[in-house]
């Protein structure tokens, strides 16, 4: 599950690094999406459990 966390965080904040290089006019700071960035971190393992990513076969 902790390798799950990483990589969402990883390809998150990834996201915010290319939408603020390719989009320097967005009105939205890079602060912002990294405020929503740690703040939907805690949701992302029930979204995983919900969708049975961790269910033993």
Known sequence: MLADLL??????????????????????????????????LPIWPIVFTQQLLYRAR
């Open 7 to 40: 990589t969402t965080m990883v390809a998150l904040v990834t996201g915010t690094l290319v939408n603020a290089w390719t989009n320097p006019t967005d009105i939205t700071t890079p602060s912002g999406y990294m405020t929503l960035v740690l703040f939907s």
